[in-house]
């Protein structure tokens, strides 16, 4: 579908300024500490990819304490409004559920003596997930709040990391009657504020496996090998692949992963791989989607060839994650929104590529952006993660007031 374009004709200072508004932005400042806090409980809560229902549960019932109407749905997306069904257009303000790594206890998460959070997850995407109940107490310490925020849908989704494979945005996209009152959507994604992603990187990824009889490395030897089959056809393939990492549009290639045999003297019964590719361009991995398949069933057949006593091996090809190359049109309502609201409140920042749940919205002609949720962090998807809340309100009043914009000029007739 495509997103009907709908001018912006709300300025970002002239709503600042607003009843709601300005309540509501005022509160990030006066609330940093209770904010800081929530961060870390969130954080403390484990939620790996596939695992997320504690962490679910956590934000539905905190975000219910706050007076949102919550609901996990069939995905275990948490979803939260100020009133069951809001009618008219709706704005999303999304954040992921998952993480990389997960703390093994509560410890894992801690806060250093220059202030810094540490731990799995603490950026990505603890701050995502900690701007929403921000948001959500902000909201809610206005009066009439639904005069502004009625149309506003808070959501907490599963399965953004690895081979989540953005389940739970493709769940929220695939209700129909959901999509067509779409507004926009800001996915709330780590912290840094100097980048809006409005192009989605796009990805395909693979597990290739060979299987065979397995034996002893001397007395079986000349046995068909999976191990020999998955190298040789990884090998071909990477080789095959344009050198120039600077070409636009670019492509790369990854085998991220092999798994194999039971030791140095065993003939492999089966091997495995795990291939990532990516590009801007939904062809150019199609191209290398091909390309693979064709180094695959080539390693297959030199093996076979090769063997002795009849023995074979047998390749099997899966796709485990598919992310949709797209873009956001550059004349979209959502654009001039949140390019308003930097420069009414300093914001510097570029234009971004990246594989974020806004890939899902994007190719589907859907206005969506992925911003982060203020504050700064590093160090993400590893044990070494950190984040500093300095800042972060300047973050929460930029999505506060971009959903209103957002809101604002979608209004009902």
């Known amino acids: 579908m495509e997103a009907k374009l709908i001018p912006v004709t709300t300025s970002a200072g002239d709503l600042a300024a607003r009843p709601g508004v300005r309540e509501a932005m005022q509160c990030f400042t006066r609330e940093k500490q209770w904010v800081n806090d ?24 905190t975000l219910r304490s706050l007076g949102w109407h919550t609901s996990i749905d069939r995905a275990g997306n948490v979803l939260a409004a100020l009133e069951p069904n ?20 509560k410890e894992d998460i801690s806060v ?15 701050a995502g997930l900690a701007a929403l109940v921000a948001i959500a107490r902000a909201i809610r310490s206005v009066p009439r709040p639904t ?9 907490a989704n599963v399965g953004e990391e690895g081979e989540g494979n953005l389940r739970g945005m493709r769940h929220l996209c695939s209700q129909p009657a959901l999509v067509a009152r779409f507004r926009a959507l800001l996915v709330l994604d780590g912290a840094s504020l100097d980048r ?27 046995m068909a090998n999976p191990v020999h089959a998955l190298t040789r056809a990884a090998a071909a393939f990477v080789d095959g692949q344009p050198p120039d990492p600077r070409a636009t549009p670019r492509v790369t290639v990854n085998v991220g992963l092999i798994e194999g045999g ?24 199609d191209e ?10 080539r390693a297959e057949e030199v093996e076979n060839a090769r063997a002795v006593n009849g023995t074979r091996v047998v390749a099997k090809f899966r796709e485990i994650g598919s992310r949709p190359a797209a873009r956001l049109r550059s004349d ?4 001039a929104a949140i390019r308003s609201v930097d420069a009414h409140l300093g914001i510097r920042a570029r234009l971004d590529c990246s594989s974020t749940d806004a890939n899902i919205p994007l190719s589907m002609g859907l206005e969506a952006i992925s911003i982060g949720a203020g504050g700064n962090g590093g160090g993400a998807h590893t044990a070494g993660e950190w984040y500093n809340p300095d800042g972060r309100d300047l973050g929460l009043k930029r999505i506060l007031l971009t959903a209103a914009i957002m809101l604002r000029d979608s209004e009902p007739e």
């Open 196 to 222: 809006i992603t409005t192009e989605a990187l796009g990805s395909r990824r693979f597990e290739v496996s060979f299987a065979g009889t397995g034996g002893h490395s001397w007395s079986d030897y000349g």
């Open 332 to 335: 979209a309502s959502l654009l």
């Open 112 to 126: 250093d003596r220059q202030g810094d959070f540490r731990g799995p997850g603490v950026s990505d995407n603890g």
């Open 147 to 155: 005069e502004v925020w009625g149309r506003l849908l808070l959501v």
């Open 38 to 61: 929530m961060h870390l409980q969130i954080c403390r809560v484990p939620a790996p990819t596939f695992m997320e229902q504690e962490r679910a549960e956590w934000m539905s019932s």
């Open 86 to 105: 809001p009618p008219g257009p709706l704005v999303a303000v999304t954040a992921h559920l998952d993480t990389v790594l997960a703390p093994r206890g």
């Open 288 to 297: 290398q989607v091909a390309a693979l398949k064709a180094a695959v069933i």
């Open 262 to 285: 039971t030791g140095i003297n065993a003939i492999a019964a089966s091997a495995r791989a795990k291939v990532d590719i990516r590009s801007e361009n939904n062809e150019l991995i």
